[in-house]
C-alpha cells in the first residue's frame, strides 16, 4: 500500500514492491510492542522511508548514468579532455527530465527556474539541472543541508504554482 505512493515515477513498481516488502521485514524485527504501539504505526514510516531513500538512490543512479552518456556524446578529439564549459552544457542537457526534451520546454523551464531567483533558482537548478544532492548544492552554496531541503520544497512549490 505504501509503495503506491511512488507508482508513475518511473521507479518500476517490481521493485517499489521488493523494497517495501524487504522495510516490512525489518521493522518486523525492530519491533517492540511493550513501547505501547501498534505494529502498523511504527512499519508505515519505516516503509516510507525505505521507499523514499531508494527512489533517491534510483534517481541519482539514473541522473549518474545520463550525466555519463552526455559526456561520452561531446564531440572530442582522441586524448582530450572536456573543457569545464562543455562538460556544463553536457550536464544540463544530460539532467533535464525526460518529460521536458523539447527545445522549447527546455527553454521554459530554465527560464522558470531563472524567474525564481536566488536561492530558490540556484538550489532548484543544482538539484535538478546539475543531478547535485542536498548537502552537495549546500556545500557549493555554504549553508546547511536543512537550509537547501526547505528552499528546494519552496522552490518547488513556487513551479508548481507557476
Same mark, same amino acid.
Request: charged content about 25%.
Given at each position: 500500500?505504501?509503495?503506491?505512493?511512488?507508482?508513475?515515477?518511473?521507479?518500476?513498481?517490481?521493485?517499489?514492491?521488493?523494497?517495501?516488502?524487504? @522495510?516490512?521485514?525489518?521493522?518486523?524485527?525492530?519491533? &517492540?510492542?511493550?513501547?505501547?504501539?501498534?505494529?502498523?504505526?511504527?512499519?508505515?514510516?519505516?516503509?516510507? /522511508?525505505?521507499?523514499?531513500?531508494?527512489?533517491?538512490?534510483?534517481?541519482?543512479? #539514473?541522473?549518474?548514468?545520463?550525466?555519463?552518456?552526455?559526456? @561520452?556524446? *561531446?564531440?572530442?578529439?582522441?586524448? &582530450? @579532455?572536456?573543457?569545464?564549459?562543455?562538460?556544463?552544457? @553536457?550536464? #544540463?542537457?544530460?539532467? *533535464?527530465?525526460?518529460?521536458?526534451?523539447?527545445?522549447?520546454?527546455?527553454?521554459?523551464?530554465?527560464?522558470?527556474?531563472?524567474?525564481?531567483? &536566488?536561492?530558490?533558482?540556484?538550489?532548484?537548478?543544482?538539484?535538478?539541472?546539475?543531478? *547535485?544532492?542536498?548537502?552537495?548544492?549546500? #556545500?557549493?552554496?555554504?549553508?546547511?543541508?536543512?537550509?537547501?531541503?526547505?528552499?528546494?520544497?519552496? /522552490?518547488?512549490?513556487?513551479?508548481?504554482?507557476?
Amino acid at each position: 500500500m505504501c509503495s503506491r505512493r511512488f507508482f508513475g515515477r518511473g521507479i518500476p513498481a517490481e521493485e517499489l514492491i521488493q523494497e517495501a516488502r524487504a @522495510a516490512i521485514c525489518m521493522a518486523q524485527e525492530r519491533f &517492540d510492542p511493550a513501547r505501547g504501539c501498534q505494529f502498523s504505526t511504527y512499519a508505515v514510516p519505516v516503509v516510507l /522511508g525505505a521507499l523514499k531513500a531508494y527512489s533517491r538512490r534510483w534517481f541519482q543512479a #539514473q541522473y549518474e548514468q545520463k550525466a555519463i552518456c552526455a559526456v @561520452a556524446a *561531446l564531440p572530442l578529439s582522441e586524448g &582530450d @579532455a572536456p573543457s569545464p564549459a562543455q562538460m556544463a552544457l @553536457a550536464f #544540463q542537457e544530460g539532467f *533535464l527530465p525526460a518529460a521536458t526534451q523539447s527545445f522549447e520546454e527546455r527553454i521554459l523551464l530554465r527560464d522558470a527556474i531563472r524567474r525564481l531567483g &536566488d536561492p530558490l533558482g540556484q538550489v532548484i537548478g543544482l538539484r535538478y539541472l546539475c543531478g *547535485l544532492t542536498q548537502r552537495e548544492t549546500g #556545500q557549493r552554496l555554504g549553508k546547511p543541508q536543512w537550509q537547501v531541503c526547505r528552499w528546494e520544497a519552496e /522552490g518547488l512549490r513556487r513551479l508548481r504554482e507557476g
